[in-house]
């Protein structure tokens, strides 16, 4: 009963800014952490960020960071990923996540790893091309 719905991908050109919505419903969202990864053609996917419950702590992919911004709106079951400068290497199927992340996760050295996300969207492509 638990979804978790994307919205917002579709084509822009290179420099382009594009803002990605996902809706969680089925489940109480705020005791969440959220995330966002991506799939581009012929590789793994990929962690790109993520959120606490409270928005106090994130984590951002290197060729995110300074570049796309992640947040959360628990009032509206929402997770969002903004995207400034958006490259041809972006290009790729957007999929949002939640998990129960607590405590500790949030002051190592890496981000959560894939396995600790319980739910899942079924993505979003962006394509960045001109």
């Known amino acids: 009963q638990v979804q978790m719905v994307e919205s917002g991908g579709g084509l822009v050109q290179p420099g382009a800014s594009l803002s990605l919505s996902c809706v969680f419903s089925?489940?109480?969202?705020?005791?969440?952490?959220a995330g966002w990864f991506r799939q581009a053609p012929g590789k793994e996917r990929e962690f790109v960020a993520c959120?606490?419950?409270?928005?106090?702590?994130?984590f951002y992919a290197e060729f995110a960071k300074g570049r796309f911004t992640i947040s959360r709106d628990n009032a509206k079951n929402t997770v969002f990923l903004h995207m400034d400068n958006l490259d041809s290497e972006d290009t790729a199927v957007y999929y949002c996540?939640?998990?129960?992340?607590?405590?500790?996760?949030?002051?190592?050295?890496?981000?959560?790893?894939?396995?600790?996300?319980?739910?899942w969207g079924q993505g979003t492509q962006v394509t960045v091309s001109s």
């Open positions: 089925g489940r109480t969202f705020s005791d969440l952490a």
């Open positions: 959120i606490s419950w409270s928005s106090a702590n994130t």
């Open positions: 996540a939640a998990g129960k992340i607590y405590g500790a996760a949030w002051y190592r050295q890496s981000p959560p790893a894939i396995s600790e996300y319980d739910y």
